[in-house]
Structure formats: C-alpha cells, structure tokens
C-alpha cells in the first residue's frame, strides 16, 4: 500500500492506492470515496476480544473496515472527522507507535492494532487511557485537530506535553503521566492538569488543537450535549 496526502495541513485527505488484490485496514466511517470496484467488509480486527477492547477502552470503533482492491488495483480515500494535518509513519518492523484516541485513520493489512494502556485519565474522560499500538511492517495513517508538530527527542533529552496535545509517540520514548497543577478531585472530573512526560530518544507527534476544547466550547455555547 501507498499513500498519497493531499489538502494538507487544514483539511487533510489520505489516498490509500491499493496493489490488485491487496487489502486495506480503514477505521470505520473514514472512507471518502473509493475507485470503482474496491470491495469492503468490516471486520472485528484481531478477534472479538481485542476489538471488544478497542472499542471499550482505546475509544475506537468495535469493527475495523477492510478495503480490497480488485484485479486492477485500486484506491481507497479516508478523511478523518476534525479538520487538520495527516501523517504517514513507516513502519519497519522493528519500532511499534502508541496513538492516541481518534487518531489512527488507516493502515496496511501488514500492520497489526492492539490495545495499550497509556495512563489512567481516560477512565474520567480524558485522552490517553488506552491507546491503539500499531506494529509490523507498512504506511499507518494518523490525524490531527489543527497543525502537526514533530518532536524529535534525542537520548535523555525529556519534555512535558498536555495529554490533550499528544498524537502519537514511538515505542523507543519512554513515557510518564502526572498531574500538573491542579487539584487531583479536578483533574480526575476533567481531565485538564494531566500531562505526558516523555524521554527520547525517539519522536513525539502533537496536534496544536485540543479536542477537548471543542467539546468544551460547544457545550458552554449550547451546541453539545451536557454531561
């Protein structure tokens, strides 16, 4: 599998261009438009269990959808639901990713999806909690709310980064979550103070919007349900 970005950084779409024959993992009510004969089938991704886990704690959809080219080849286009950047990490088989919640979009059928605990603020709703962890070999398709930063740590180089800010992260960074000056009863209601410690050496993606944000602009303008 291929990709191609375009509309890129404020509205980015993702062209998945597919082999004859060959299948692609799409997350559900992502697809934009296909060429003419692409099948799909949507799968529960690594069995009931996994996906169940996926779904009730990593915040994504139960079922993952499979994309296949026909003996012509074909391709795929996937948009995520916020508007923002893209990014296509290259896995190689050796350096698995963590992605936050609502970021992965797509892969290759040669990436595996699993369920990683990622620190407890997803429990109080808050971003992290289980993340989706991704290895294997292959294109894995991430998205964004707003613009895309790149933080390379070098090794024993550290930075803290809002939870709500956090994209992604290599599996070479080692990570820590803490609260950050707030009192702990606030923080767990809200998920505001939770931030992400990370060491490199290895690479940080963040987004510069926090969906939280969003939600919390929508709800105090009357545009959202109240919890």
């Not at 286009?77 to 050796?94: F, I, T, Y």
Request: include cysteine; glycine fraction near 14%.
């Amino acid at each position: 599998m291929q990709v191609r970005t375009r509309h890129t950084p404020s509205f980015g779409v993702a062209r998945l261009l597919l082999a004859p024959g060959e299948p692609a993992q799409v997350e559900s009510g992502a697809m934009l438009a296909t060429s003419y004969g692409v099948t799909v089938e949507a799968r529960a991704q690594g069995g009931f269990l996994k996906s169940l886990a996926r779904a009730a704690l990593g915040g994504e959809s139960f079922f993952v959808s499979t994309y296949t080219a026909p003996q012509q080849g074909g391709w795929v286009d996937v948009a995520p639901n916020l508007p923002g950047d893209l990014n296509v990490l290259e896995l190689d088989g050796r350096v698995g990713w963590c992605v936050t919640k609502g970021c992965w979009l797509a892969s290759a059928s040669t990436v595996q999806l699993e369920t990683q605990w990622g620190g407890f603020q997803n429990l109080f709703g808050g971003e992290g909690g289980f993340m989706t962890h991704v290895v294997g070999q292959g294109p894995v398709v991430v998205s964004c709310y707003g613009a895309l930063d790149v933080v390379t740590l070098q090794p024993g180089e550290y930075v803290t980064i809002d939870t709500g800010h956090v994209v992604a992260y290599a599996d070479t960074v080692q990570s820590r979550l803490r609260q950050m000056n707030q009192g702990v009863v606030q923080s767990l209601k809200s998920g505001e103070g939770l931030v992400f410690d990370f060491a490199g050496p290895g690479q940080v993606l963040t987004q510069t919007r926090n969906p939280r944000g969003l939600v919390t602009w929508l709800q105090s303008n009357g545009l959202g349900a109240r919890s």
